[in-house]
């Protein structure tokens, strides 16, 4: 007679299960209420990053409206993706400790159909610019403009 197959459940029992989750839980927990992370504090290097950071997120929201004024189809095919830069502006503005002088695109858009053309040059050129500061920020500001960062590649790619 073949032996009989096995009752018991394959892979995590809900005891282990359960065990793991609490484990979890306590690391969680405790990291959670641990002291502040001296990474977090904001060097003045940093501080003077992060503002010119804001100062090129500036300059991406007047070439999104120095594109829509080349090239008015343009402006209404993009104004959705408009929006996001100006938000992404106003929380680079909250987090850095500074102010930042305000910046110009590097040149005007040309007139008409080449406007997107150009504001995708922009875009990139901000999300560049975003990727390399992250690298030198920590904790929350690191994290801020990645993800400014991967936003704009993202509308990069919707400009294409």
Known sequence: MPP???????????RSLLAASAVG????????????????EVTTRQADELAGQVAVQEALVTA?????????ALAGAV???????????ATLRAAAPGGSASAAPSAAPPAGPDAKSWLRGQVAAAASSHAAACL??????????????????????RLA
């Open 64 to 72: 999104f409206s120095a594109a829509g004024a080349a090239d008015p």
């Open 25 to 40: 839980l306590a690391v969680l927990s405790t990291g959670c209420t641990s002291a502040p992370d001296e990474a977090a």
């Open 136 to 157: 030198e920020q920590s904790g929350p500001r690191a994290a801020l403009l990645g993800s400014i960062a991967a936003g704009l590649r993202g509308q990069d790619g």
């Open 4 to 14: 009989l197959p096995s009752t018991r459940p394959r892979g995590f029992s809900r």
């Open 79 to 89: 104004a959705e993706l408009a929006d996001q830069p100006r938000k992404q502006l």
